[in-house]
């Protein structure tokens, strides 16, 4: 199984960008990376994933580097409701229907600062 | 936010009492997941399902048994609840494989 290392803990100022690292230099060819993440007290939501190339949407940046070992998560400009742990998974497959699950770790609590 | 209910989200039992917990969409999608979050684990899948009577574990099912007769509703059952069980669970839906998983409220078990 790949595993994914991320720092316990980081702070951004509230209005910049907020950059999570996190490794999985153990990742196949043909697992995906995601990121969730969790406000105190709800479900996890999902933000992004990806494969191999860069991905953006309405919430974030996903950066991979070229060899797939790490990727970046980014928050372009945080506010204070971004607060949360933040979950970096790599999506593996556990049975012959091809039904993938997910695998939380620790993740990392970012806090924003006023 | 996708139409996942939980029920109840508060219940406090007693050892060795059976407890039922309640997953329900409305999204119509395949996969149903029951997972339980604790401090310092982050969040362990406990059963997962990828279709109505279609079923498999997750790698903490030991104590746990769940049963899906209709798409949109996925029971986890604790045949005789135990402390260890003490814990906040979460169901997640997703509309098949390579796709995000969507959470719901969560249920917050508390076992005396």
């Known amino acids: 199984d790949a595993k994914t290392t991320q720092p316990p803990s980081m702070d951004c100022a509230e209005g910049r960008a907020a950059n999570l690292p996190c490794n999985h230099s153990?990742?196949?060819?043909?697992?995906?990376v995601y990121w969730y993440r969790q406000i105190h007290s709800q479900g996890p939501q999902y933000i992004i994933h990806?494969?191999?190339n860069n991905e953006t949407n309405e919430m974030a940046s996903l950066i991979i580097t070229e060899d797939r070992k790490s990727s970046t998560l980014i928050l372009p400009h945080a506010t204070l409701r971004d607060t949360a742990v933040y979950y970096c998974?790599?999506?593996?497959?556990?049975?012959?229907?091809?039904?993938?699950?997910?695998?939380f770790g620790t993740g990392t609590r970012l806090t924003i600062i006023p | 936010d996708a139409g996942i209910t939980q029920s109840p989200r508060h219940k406090v039992t007693e050892t060795g009492t059976p407890v039922t917990l309640r997953c329900h969409q409305t999204?119509?999608?395949?996969?149903m997941y029951w997972y339980r979050q604790d401090p310092g684990h982050g969040l362990r899948l406990i059963h997962y399902?990828?279709?109505?009577?279609?079923?498999d574990k997750g790698e903490v099912s030991d104590g746990y048994s769940v049963s899906r007769s209709k798409t949109e509703d996925f029971l986890l059952t604790l045949e005789s609840a135990t402390s260890s069980q003490t814990s906040v669970y979460f169901c997640?839906?997703?509309?098949?494989?390579?796709?995000?998983?969507?959470f719901g409220p969560g249920t917050r078990l508390t076992v005396t």
């Open positions: 997640a839906i997703s509309p098949g494989q390579r796709y995000e998983q969507y």
């Open positions: 153990t990742i196949s060819g043909n697992e995906y």
């Open positions: 990806g494969l191999k």
């Open positions: 998974i790599v999506r593996e497959a556990i049975s012959n229907f091809g039904n993938e699950k997910l695998t």
């Open positions: 999204e119509n999608h395949r996969y």
């Open positions: 399902s990828y279709g109505v009577k279609d079923t």
